[in-house]
């Protein structure tokens, strides 16, 4: 059995095009994360507040908001089969985004626990569906040139960054009843640009393993188990994150320059991505985000009310987010080929933001009750320093391999 493999993307061919400048289908890529993320941007900072705003209590919320990865759990494996029996993953994405849309609309007259808990099971079911395969679509066009699927990804990042400034500012001017409708209206995008994508080709010539032969390799396990961890460390600041900053004093407004912090210098590592690969490579880039994931989380448990480390703090999303995801899918990518790699997408969303974002959300809810957001994100830190631990312990292995 041959030793696991993740090749450098630095070695892959250089872009004819001008730097940073899209054309045909990777358009049709960056407009789909522009919208998918453009509702993250909106949900993931806002949908928390819109619930405690109904009357739902901190632990409720958090099972509610968790329900975005409990799903992710299994929801991508159903998706990715289906894909892949079906030949269409195109098909498969388009079908979703309209169910995860026409799925949303109880939320208008929805207001108890068990109806609000129904309805947005059913959207993040539908909603969990699509990303996995866009990223295999994406890395399929990009074939050996996927360090410079940043430069694609970025387009998310910035439909995120300007709804979630857009929204904050916008709720602090107007009744968060409204914020419902303007989540439907990003839905409608995203399933209307899901007719954009153009399905993916299969190199039918390349070589790989079976799938189950590269699940028995332990460095596949140890790369999907940090990435878990990375996952659970960000579990407590999706969900909670913006609740934390209002209880101390916060606006909205405020929180979302916060969220919004983070993306710009998210953006920016995107667009340099092909270059920091080049020079280091995106194992060493993939390790480097947990140790800084360690420090971002206690300066967030501790220094909540000091905005100056609050804001840098926000910059290492940067690392935490950006590069950790670049360089994650770019592993995964490189170790599922051929034929197993929507499975491989599939089965890192499963794992990290599946698994890891749920017990992340829940553990963080559950620390939250009894210890606040110091104990939340105390958690998130000791996270990040495992994953980080992880990592070091089998980076022998990759290294002789990358």
């Given at each position: 059995m041959r030793r696991c493999r993740h090749p450098d993307p630095s070695h892959s061919r250089p872009h004819r095009r001008r730097a940073g400048r899209l054309t045909g289908p990777a358009r049709r890529f960056a407009a789909y994360y522009f919208f998918y993320f453009a509702f993250v941007g909106v949900?993931?900072?806002?949908?928390?507040?819109?619930?405690?705003?109904?009357?739902?209590?901190?632990?409720?919320?958090?099972?509610?908001?968790?329900?975005?990865?409990?799903?992710?759990?299994?929801?991508?494996?159903l998706w990715g089969w289906l894909a892949d029996h079906l030949g269409r993953q195109a098909v498969v994405v388009r079908a979703a985004a309209l169910a995860g849309m026409l799925v949303f609309l109880p939320v208008f007259w929805v207001r108890d626990f068990a109806g609000m808990f129904a309805t947005m099971l059913l959207i993040a079911f539908f909603w969990s569906a699509s990303l996995p395969l866009v990223e295999a679509m994406t890395l399929g066009h990009l074939d050996r040139n996927t360090a410079h699927y940043g430069r694609i990804r970025l387009w998310g990042s910035v439909g995120f960054v300007l709804t979630v400034l857009g929204c904050g500012w916008w709720l602090d001017h107007a009744s968060i009843d409204a914020l419902p409708w303007l989540v439907l209206a990003l839905l409608a995008g995203i399933a209307a640009f899901a007719w954009r994508l153009p399905d993916a080709s299969r190199d039918t010539q390349i070589h790989a393993d079976s799938l189950r032969d590269v699940l028995r390799q332990p460095a596949v396990w140890a790369l999907l188990g940090a990435c878990a961890l990375m996952s659970v460390a960000h579990g407590p600041y999706y969900t909670l994150f913006s609740v934390y900053l209002a209880e101390h004093g916060y606006s909205k407004g405020a929180i979302g320059s916060l969220w919004a912090v983070g993306v710009v210098f998210e953006i920016g590592i995107f667009m340099v991505m092909p270059h920091l690969v080049a020079r280091w490579g995106f194992l060493r880039i993939l390790q480097a985000t947990f140790w800084l994931g360690t420090l971002r989380f206690a300066v967030i448990a501790l220094m909540v009310d000091s905005l100056i480390p609050l804001l840098l703090a926000q910059t290492l999303h940067a690392a935490t987010f950006a590069a950790f995801h670049a360089s994650a899918v770019a592993a995964v990518h490189q170790t599922f080929r051929g034929p197993h790699q929507a499975k491989g997408q599939a089965l890192y969303t499963s794992l990290s933001f599946g698994v890891g974002g749920t017990v992340g959300g829940l553990l963080g809810g559950s620390l939250y009750e009894v210890a606040g957001g110091t104990g939340a994100f105390l958690m998130s830190a000791v996270a990040t320093a495992l994953g980080g631990?992880?990592?070091a312990l089998s980076s022998g292995t990759r290294d002789r391999s990358a």
């Open positions: 949900f993931s900072p806002y949908w928390s507040l819109y619930l405690k705003h109904l009357g739902f209590g901190a632990f409720d919320i958090a099972v509610l908001m968790s329900l975005l990865q409990v799903t992710r759990v299994f929801a991508p494996a631990l992880i990592l």
